[in-house]
């Protein structure tokens, strides 16, 4: 079963997956879904407890993903597109610390910001262990970029 999935809604983010080849496409597209759900499950919450809950269930669901089938689409998507590539469902969870730690009062302290850079910024690395990029400095470059998006 190949599942498709439609185009990151940010052009730019679209462009630059255009590049990878055509099966590695398909697993940075799921990824970079999984990054804009979680984006959503905060804008639509209006208590930040709402959000919280949604974000556990999210990592959660995450985690089984490395031994249960997986109960929604975008989950069936990282499933079949993304563990191939040796990327843990547990892996996948750490992108919910960093949206997590946007749900605290104002203002952010750098401490906040810093876990919201490194969990969100994961999601280059994740990019990079489905490119097999190696070791390069792609944790930082995520970092930058996470906290250049917020």
Do not use: K
């Not at 730019?12 to 990054?35: M, N």
């Not at 910024?121 to 990019?127: E, Q, W």
Request: with cysteine; glycine share 8%.
């Amino acid at each position: 079963m190949s599942l498709s999935l439609p185009p990151v809604a940010n052009p730019e983010i679209e462009l630059s997956i255009s590049y990878a080849t055509p099966p590695r496409r398909v697993a940075l597209r799921a990824l970079w879904t999984l990054d804009a759900q979680l984006a959503a499950t905060l804008a639509r919450a209006a208590d930040p407890m709402v959000a919280r809950l949604r974000l556990t269930w999210w990592r959660e669901a995450l985690i089984r993903l490395d031994a249960a089938p997986p109960p929604q689409p975008l989950l069936a998507a990282l499933a079949e597109m993304v563990l191939p590539a040796g990327i843990a469902g547990h892996e996948l969870a750490v992108l919910t610390d960093g949206w997590e730690a946007l749900l605290v009062p104002d203002p952010l302290s750098i401490d906040d910001l810093e876990a919201y850079a490194s969990g969100r910024g994961h999601l280059f690395v994740l990019g990079g262990g489905v490119l097999a990029a190696g070791e390069c400095p792609i944790a930082e470059a995520g970092q930058g970029w996470a906290l250049a998006d917020l």
